[in-house]
């Protein structure tokens, strides 16, 4: 089994890599100014450290596409590249002490997503029926129709967010009403913040299998799971299952802390799937975690149980210095 090097990218939270079929690797993130997004791309999941990146968006100056630009990811549907975000119009937080981020999308027409900023468009928010914070978009296809899934608010549920999903009917507009999958409500959900984020989809054995992160984003940030037979209704929460306990988790033994906010990939060989996430290697944060930097980029191979289900096992320890 291959082995990288981690972390393969450093300073770069929310880490999302696409192979394409051009035979190309693109990986976008958080950088840690927050302002911009961009894009590099290898034809190896090693290359991607030395890729160039390219910037392909920058916040506006003022509005609700100013402020803390958070978690792109970069989908290909139906020959065109699209790129979902979170943005704030300010970085102060509301009347429940949150950040006031809305979901956003821009699309790109040319066959080259990197060849310039101005192959980008923008399409605005996307809208789910509730005006409150939300986050963290990422889509995905079943039965030849697209599903969206998010973080969001609800002001009536304890907590900073909930996953939903909608099908879509078109990848900027969602066709149906939200349907609410998970909230925080375990022990190790609930610590430092109620968090359910960052959700990533991917589809084996017969079932989809939806990862989240939950807790504030230090040591205690760890990975969730739901699943679903792919044969069931998407979007009735009581076909879901979730998982009591985490999947993916800090390693204290290697100094591996808070891995989350993942994305899936898959090897260089075509068949080897690929657990892409953020970690630190260190737990004394000076200030807010959030301004910390040092969320890096890792990836690692993952196997699969007998019973069909991902075995993510430990967060591997880094090999670069």
């Not at 970085?91 to 006031?100: E, I, R, S, V």
């Not at 290697?281 to 959030?290: A, N, Q």
């Not at 980029?297 to 991902?310: A, I, R, Y």
Request: hydrophobic share 35%; with cysteine.
């Amino acid at each position: 089994m291959t082995v990288y090097t981690n972390p393969l990218i450093v300073q770069r939270a929310d880490p999302y890599i696409y192979k394409h079929t051009d035979g190309y690797y693109y990986f976008t993130a958080s950088v840690p100014a927050y302002n911009l997004i961009e894009i590099r791309r290898a034809k190896t999941l090693e290359g991607l450290a030395h890729a160039a990146p390219r910037t392909i968006w920058r916040k506006h100056e003022s509005g609700p596409m100013s402020q803390l630009i958070w978690a792109p990811e970069i989908h290909y549907i139906d020959g065109k590249w699209f790129i979902y975000f979170a943005a704030a119009e300010t970085t102060a937080l509301d009347k429940n002490g949150m950040f006031q981020h809305r979901m956003f999308c821009i699309e790109c027409d040319n066959a080259d997503p990197m060849r310039s900023e101005d192959d980008w468009f923008e399409h605005g928010q996307v809208k789910t029926g509730m005006d409150s914070f939300s986050l963290d978009a990422t889509c995905f296809e079943a039965n030849n129709k697209l599903y969206y899934v998010w973080a969001q608010k609800d002001p009536d549920i304890k907590g900073n967010s909930n996953l939903y999903i909608a099908e879509m009917e078109n990848p900027w507009t969602l066709k149906t009403k939200p349907v609410m999958l998970s909230k925080p409500e375990f022990d190790w959900e609930t610590i430092g913040f109620w968090v359910n984020e960052g959700p990533a989809v991917i589809h084996r054995n017969g079932r989809f299998f939806l990862t989240y992160s939950a807790s504030a984003t230090d040591e205690h940030y760890a990975m969730g799971m739901l699943s679903i037979p792919d044969d069931q209704d998407l979007l009735d929460a009581s076909n879901w299952t979730k998982s009591k306990k985490p999947v993916f988790q800090s390693d204290m033994a290697t100094h591996q802390y808070g891995p989350g906010h993942n994305s899936f990939t898959v090897g260089e060989d075509g068949k080897t799937d690929i657990l892409v996430y953020h970690c630190r290697d260190y737990t004394e944060i000076k200030g807010d975690p959030l301004y910390d930097p040092n969320r890096h980029t890792k990836v690692q191979p993952f196997t699969w149980n007998e019973d069909g289900t991902p075995n993510f096992g430990k967060p591997v320890p880094y090999n670069y210095d």
